[in-house]
């Protein structure tokens, strides 16, 4: 199976920035339809950050990010980005990678493939 590895997390002052990784391992022809970042916090529940359907390249982000999160797709790699700007204490949270060769709304996190997650706090 398709096993991916969160990178780039850790602690910023409100207003940093960080970019987050999502590496799958190995190399197969196929090409995921969906992909996408999710985060939760303690207490909350799974949320959609930014998705992107791959084969279009559109994408979708929460409300709460727009503007400040880029998600960037790089298939030559096998990897996914996610570029956080202006970052703010709200957006703390353990933050998920996910892939999946099936269709479905992107910001849900009903997804078949997942990280391990990186945790990201940002302190004011």
């Known amino acids: 199976q398709v096993q991916l590895v969160e990178s780039g997390g850790g602690s910023v002052q409100a207003g940093g920035s960080l970019r987050l990784s999502c590496a799958a391992s190995?190399?197969?022809?196929?090409?995921?339809?969906?992909m996408g970042w999710f985060r939760q916090a303690p207490g909350k529940e799974r949320e959609g950050v930014a998705c992107?359907?791959?084969?279009?390249?559109?994408?979708y982000y929460a409300d709460s990010v727009k503007g400040r999160f880029t998600i960037s797709p790089d298939g030559a790699k096998n990897t996914l980005y996610l570029q956080m700007n202006s970052l703010k204490p709200e957006d703390t949270a353990m933050y998920y990678c996910?892939?999946?060769?099936?269709?479905?709304?992107?910001?849900?996190?009903?997804?078949?493939?997942w990280g391990q997650g990186t945790q990201v706090t940002v302190s004011s």
């Open positions: 996910a892939a999946d060769f099936a269709g479905g709304n992107c910001l849900s996190p009903n997804y078949a493939y």
């Open positions: 992107v359907y791959t084969f279009a390249g559109n994408t």
């Open positions: 190995g190399y197969t022809y196929r090409r995921y339809y969906r």
